[in-house]
């Protein structure tokens, strides 16, 4: 038996919850496609964003730690990936469309700069008299506009629900601009849980590279209830923290975090008598969120990782090395465009150069922006 798109389509109406975002039901791309019949909307967003350029280039993006630290480390593709799985086991428990969850948390960080939150913390300051930067909105414009695959259409023409999703992104560290997608209603429940998804996979996995790298120590955590409670979970109690108890601590967190927030969001679901995915977006805030009983332990250990981690002495030696990679390498092709790239060279012939040279640095990867600056600096390099 073949299950094409209309038999896909049914599935959905079967299995999922009436307050689901449905493929049928999509609002529909900004350039009409003939859909293929094979797969949903949705499983199309979702494979055409697997196939990007930007996507790729996650694989050398910085997370916390810059590539040139170790091979352990997440990147940004990683943390993707780890997004991603979180967001299909929240999407499964809580009948929503897994597709499109997966579609968003693939795409959440597709604008992301190289040298992680450092690098969009400078293209932000160098931006800010021509338009601004921020990630979510590079994600949107790369999907619509900068990745060129098409002959019909700049970008990757995704359904409105995608492209709603990733403007919607919504977590600690990111405030979106939504004011062109519905910005006086809440995302849809499949938005909510890839913002759910990727703050619990970012505070997972930077608890586990920061003991791993030893930037963060037990003795950082042992005041805090939610670190109490992953040792009483795994047994650990004192002494070395050997691999293999890390993974269980991990493991354990994940787990706590993902049941926390499902039974929260079912219950809040069942509470507002939400009936539809209108209903969703019409609630004055988000309903996929940690339990009000958890919720302060989780933003105990996130200062304590913002405290300990994000400001260690050699973290913050990275920023600053990102600081001044970008900085110059800005200040460069603005002031010397001529020794841009042809195809970039063009393209500001078309639009604003500062906002071509931040699209051309947005776009780079660590390693990319790095040799990229040797070879502009150093005279020795060749170019």
């Given amino acids: 038996m073949i299950l094409d798109r209309p038999a896909l389509e049914s599935l959905e109406e079967r299995i999922l919850a009436p307050h689901a975002s449905f493929s049928k039901r999509s609002r529909g791309r ?3 496609e003939e859909e293929p019949g094979s797969r949903t909307g949705y499983q199309r967003d979702r494979d055409r964003i697997l196939h990007t350029t930007a996507f790729r280039r996650l694989e050398h993006k910085t997370q916390v730690f810059i590539t040139s630290e170790g091979d352990y ?8 990936l780890e997004v991603s799985q979180i967001g299909r086991s929240l999407a499964r428990n809580l009948g929503a469309n897994e597709d499109l969850v997966e579609a968003v948390c693939l795409a959440h960080d597709l604008g992301h700069p ?3 939150h450092s690098g969009e913390v400078v293209l932000s300051r160098l931006m800010e008299s021509h338009g601004g930067f ?4 590079q994600s949107l414009r790369i999907v619509t506009v900068l990745e060129r695959r098409y002959p019909g259409f700049p970008g990757l023409n995704l359904t409105w629900e995608t492209r709603e999703g990733i403007v919607k992104h919504e977590t600690a560290f990111d ?29 997972s996995h930077d608890l586990d590279d920061g003991l791993r790298s030893g930037m963060l120590r037990t003795e950082d955590l042992a005041d805090l209830d939610l670190w109490k409670q992953l040792q009483e979970t795994t047994g650990w109690t004192s002494g070395p923290l050997s691999d293999l108890d890390r993974h269980q601590m991990i493991r354990a967190f994940i787990g706590l975090a993902v049941q926390d927030v499902a039974g929260c969001t079912a219950a809040l679901l069942e509470s507002h008598k939400v009936k539809t995915c209108a209903d969703v977006r019409r609630l004055p805030e988000n309903i996929v969120r940690p339990s009000d009983g958890f919720l302060p332990a989780l933003e105990a250990l996130r200062q304590r990782l913002f405290d300990k981690l994000y400001r260690h002495h050699r973290v913050m030696r990275m920023a600053l090395k990102a600081e001044r990679f970008l900085s110059e390498l800005f200040a460069m092709y603005v002031t010397n465009p001529k020794i841009l790239p042809p195809a970039v060279l063009e393209q500001a012939g078309r639009e604003d150069l500062h906002r071509v040279v931040c699209d051309y640095i947005a ?10 600056f040797e070879k502009l600096t150093n005279p020795y390099t060749k170019t």
């Fill in 30 to 32: 900004a350039h009409p």
């Fill in 73 to 80: 480390y997440r990147t940004r593709l990683t943390h993707t």
């Fill in 114 to 116: 190289p040298f992680g």
């Fill in 134 to 137: 921020d990630h979510n909105r």
């Fill in 175 to 203: 405030i979106p601009d939504m004011s062109e997608y519905s910005p006086d209603e809440r995302g849809s429940l499949e938005a909510q849980i890839a913002n759910a998804a990727d703050e619990c996979a970012y505070t």
């Fill in 363 to 372: 776009g780079m990867t660590d390693r990319f922006a790095m040799d990229e």
